[in-house]
């Protein structure tokens, strides 16, 4: 840690901090439409001023009781960056540190009163909460619905791993939840994610909150989203964090959920597409038994006198060994 931030209690050093610090934007982006409905504030630059983590920085801040008064310090700057977003529609999702609530400095009320000052609806503004520092008790739990009632939406983020649990989400009762990418990862190949996911959108539809699937890296995984139900995306796929201070309502996706014909994915299933002659039910055995010596397949499909199928028999099951 840099010697200099020994002294970074007083208010002016919190400002150099401040100062220093800078936000990139990700965008969150609804892709059956391609518009961005939010962008999630992320710091940068804290390694120019002393530490190797943004953990680290604010553990320090709260370990000399300052955590509250750089929030809000960083609250103002990120809001004040945001405006044009915000004339826009589009969300702000900011990160609280859950410790700010114990902080002896804590006042309630600040944000609202400086949204309003800028005539910004607070509904615009999205607490991001997750429980690297747990939230169980009941100050912590009370405040958070203090924010809820001025009008903030609440975001449990990387729901589904570490301490943020199912316990959590009936506690907290967020109004949006962001799914770790440890569960978007290989979506399309492991069934169990898979599963877990699904069960996430029936839980959804049942207690009112939305969904929105973080570290979304590539267009599978859109496609497999898309299928399960989820269209709220934010990943390096969509584009990764900037220092940007013009926000628009739109960005241009290099994607499309109009997944045509797959030529390709044709092609490759007529490959393996091969024609075999049915057997008729009222056939003999003994033809029966002449059809499987000469032919090397699977399945064999059995129609009726009108050559309508009536079943498919499995040979590997029944007879091959």
Same mark, same amino acid.
């Given at each position: 840690?840099?010697? $200099? ?12 901090? *401040? ?10 982006? &609804? ?16 390694? &120019? ?31 004040? /960056? ?30 609202? =009163? ?46 589904? *791993? ?16 962001? !799914? ?13 994610? @898979? ?26 995984? !859109? ?23 013009? +926000? ?18 044709? =092609? ?7 024609? *075999? ?10 033809? +029966?038994? &002449? ?7 699977? $399945? ?11 079943? /498919?028999?499995? /040979?590997? @099951? $029944?007879? @091959?060994?």
């Amino acid at each position: 840690m840099n010697v $200099y931030y020994k002294n970074f209690s007083s208010v002016l050093d919190i400002n150099r901090v *401040v100062n220093e610090l800078e936000f990139a934007f990700q965008p969150i982006v &609804n892709t059956k439409t391609g518009i961005v409905i939010g962008y999630e504030a992320l710091l940068r630059n804290y390694q &120019n001023i002393g530490f190797n983590t943004l953990f680290d920085l604010f553990d320090y801040a709260h370990s000399i009781n300052s955590l509250h008064i750089l929030d809000i310090n960083l609250r103002k700057k990120a809001i004040n /960056l945001f405006i044009d977003g915000f004339k826009k529609g589009i969300k702000l999702f900011y990160n609280i540190d859950n410790r700010v609530i114990e902080d002896k400095n804590y006042q309630r009320g600040f944000t609202k =009163e400086y949204l309003k000052s800028l005539n910004i609806d607070p509904s615009l503004f999205v607490f991001e909460v997750s429980e690297r520092h747990k939230i169980s008790d009941i100050l912590g739990l009370e405040i958070i619905e203090n924010y809820r009632q001025q009008g903030f939406k609440i975001a449990l983020d990387d729901f589904g *791993v570490g301490n943020v649990c199912l316990e959590t989400l009936y506690r907290l009762r967020p109004d949006i939840v962001k !799914i770790d990418g440890f569960f978007i990862k290989e979506l399309g190949e492991d069934i169990e994610k @898979k599963a877990i996911v699904e069960s996430l959108v029936k839980l959804s539809n049942t207690l009112n909150y939305q969904l929105i699937a973080e570290k979304v890296e590539n267009i599978n995984q !859109i496609y497999e989203l898309d299928d399960i139900g989820i269209n709220l995306v934010q990943g390096y796929y969509i584009a990764k964090p900037e220092f940007i201070t013009s +926000f628009k309502d739109k960005i241009s996706l290099d994607f499309s959920l109009k997944r045509g014909t797959h030529s390709n994915l044709k =092609e490759e299933i007529i490959k393996k597409v091969y024609k *075999v002659d049915p057997i008729r039910i009222n056939d003999e055995v003994s033809y +029966f038994i &002449n059809v499987l010596k000469n032919l090397d397949v699977d $399945y064999l499909p059995v129609v009726n006198n009108n050559n309508i199928p009536v079943y /498919l028999i499995n /040979l590997k @099951k $029944y007879i @091959k060994p």
